[in-house]
């Protein structure tokens, strides 16, 4: 059973349903199913970071070299 007592969430749960032209309750639950898809998919942000190191690495191939603090300004346009 839900009872939605706060007057924005169910404002959105009415405009979710009109857009889906389904019921309050079907445009929750799918809502809830997407909100909870993302959630398990998240990879944490250092595992991220990792990732991207390791993809940055592997495209600087053997001719990578460490970028000067004058080309990181340049870069910016400093």
Known sequence: M???RDPR????????????KSTMTE???VALEG????????????RRLTLLAEKARRLAGAQGRVVQ???IDEFWGQ
């Open 27 to 29: 445009a929750i639950i």
């Open 35 to 46: 909100e909870l898809k993302r959630e398990r998919q998240k990879v944490p942000l250092p």
């Open 9 to 20: 969430a169910a404002a959105l749960a009415r405009e979710l349903a009109a857009k889906r």
């Open 2 to 4: 839900l009872s939605i």
């Open 69 to 71: 603090k004058d080309e």
